[in-house]
């Protein structure tokens, strides 16, 4: 059964913790990517890769940190640099190519809270 | 750039009728388009996308969407709600310039009236 993983659904931090959040896709993916997504807004991308050992900012990337050491995995940590953390994270994967004819499958999403 | 814009943040329709969600896009390149479906909760799930092939495009669900340059929309639409298609709803463009980017739009919350 093909797809994406993330762990774990909901997830509760106290102010000035580190947290990683886990995505596992078993797709064949090149491509992985991380999204953001606040109420009322659509999804904003923090970082993606397309090949293994290398990833990008996209356009929200400070207070995150990812890194991309096997295909299958694509960890996302929100580090205590993160002003307002609190947020639904989305995981996606897709082959490699241009994002125009490669869809993207996402994972179920971590609910992150901040205490 | 790329933008698309959402005209629409909440829709409500009876079940049985149709459904009309609204995009329109801006693009400096021939776009894609996509249109993605979000339940509570849940991570997105692709309906049908535009990648200049046929301008009426057929997705997954009885939804479909027709790509019109003149009027730079987007617009998806299905004949007949049903309760199943009460969620959320992105419409999305990505340019043909190399990058390998998305760009959402802010989302049509649907509810479907029994």
């Known amino acids: 059964d093909g797809g994406i993983t993330q762990s774990p659904k909901y997830l509760f931090r106290k102010e000035g913790q580190n947290v990683t959040l886990s995505c596992e896709q078993n797709l064949n993916h090149d491509a992985m990517y991380w999204y953001r997504q606040d109420p009322g807004q659509g999804l904003r991308l923090i970082y993606y890769s397309q090949i293994v050992n290398d990833f990008q900012k996209g356009d929200i990337a400070e207070g995150y940190s990812v890194s991309r050491e096997k295909k299958e995995s694509f960890p996302l940590t929100v580090t205590s640099a993160q002003k307002n953390p609190t947020a639904f994270y989305l995981c996606?994967?897709?082959?490699?190519?241009?994002?125009?004819?490669?869809?993207?499958?996402f994972g179920p999403g971590t609910r992150l809270t901040v205490l | 750039a790329q933008s698309v814009t959402q005209l629409d943040s909440h829709v409500s329709v009876s079940e049985g009728t149709p459904v009309l969600l609204r995009c329109n896009y801006s693009?400096?390149?021939?776009?894609?388009l996509f249109w993605y479906v979000q339940h509570p909760n849940k991570g997105l799930q692709l309906l049908l996308k535009y990648t200049s092939a046929a301008t009426l495009v057929k997705g997954i669900n009885g939804f479909e969407a027709e790509f019109k340059k003149s009027e730079t929309s987007f617009h998806l639409t299905k004949p007949s709600a049903h309760m199943s298609d009460a969620a959320e709803y992105f419409c999305?463009?990505?340019?043909?310039?190399?990058?390998?980017?998305?760009?959402f739009g802010t989302g049509t919350r649907l509810t479907v009236i029994p």
């Open positions: 996606a994967s897709s082959r490699k190519g241009l994002a125009a004819y490669n869809e993207q499958f």
């Open positions: 693009s400096s390149y021939s776009p894609s």
């Open positions: 999305v463009v990505s340019a043909l310039d190399g990058a390998n980017n998305l760009f």
